[in-house]
């Protein structure tokens, strides 16, 4: 059995598809809206949807060319995971797995408190906050 070696540099497909399918949402959204130029998008990102940050700007850099977005300024904020205990109370910050092979910190889903399953409140999500536009 071969292992695959995945490189944490380049552009990765998934990064290029969730991209591709923002920019679509945002250009539809722009279609209604009279202005010049788009001079910012504002990017939330969930460390739990383990999107890599200088691969989504790549995408965006590819992506935006020829449509209004192009030469615009992609802005990325990323979102910890936050989590709740149904059992004990427990609302707050997930705890993480730290181990020196990871290549990255890895949340548990497990109460920090009492152990127990938790739900997750924010860190999954992946979503446009603000589009900033400008009339000359």
Do not use: W
């Not at 490189?7 to 009279?34: K, Q, Y």
């Not at 910890?80 to 949340?107: Q, W």
């Amino acid at each position: 059995m071969s292992n695959i070696y995945q490189p944490t540099f380049g552009v990765r497909m998934h990064e290029v598809s969730v991209m591709s399918s923002i920019l679509e949402s945002v250009r539809n959204e722009l279609d209604s809206h009279t202005f010049d130029k788009v001079e910012e998008l504002v990017l939330v990102v969930g460390e739990l949807t383990y999107l890599g940050k200088d691969q989504l700007e790549f995408a965006y850099e590819i992506l935006t060319r020829g449509t209004v977005l192009e030469g615009s300024k992609l802005v990325i904020e990323d979102e910890a995971v936050e989590v709740r205990c149904d059992s004990c109370g427990y609302k707050g910050p997930a705890e993480y797995l730290s181990d020196e092979s990871f290549h990255t910190n890895i949340p548990k889903l497990t109460c920090p408190k009492c152990g127990l399953n938790v739900q997750v409140l924010k860190g999954k999500s992946c979503r446009v906050t603000s589009v900033k536009v400008v009339n000359d």
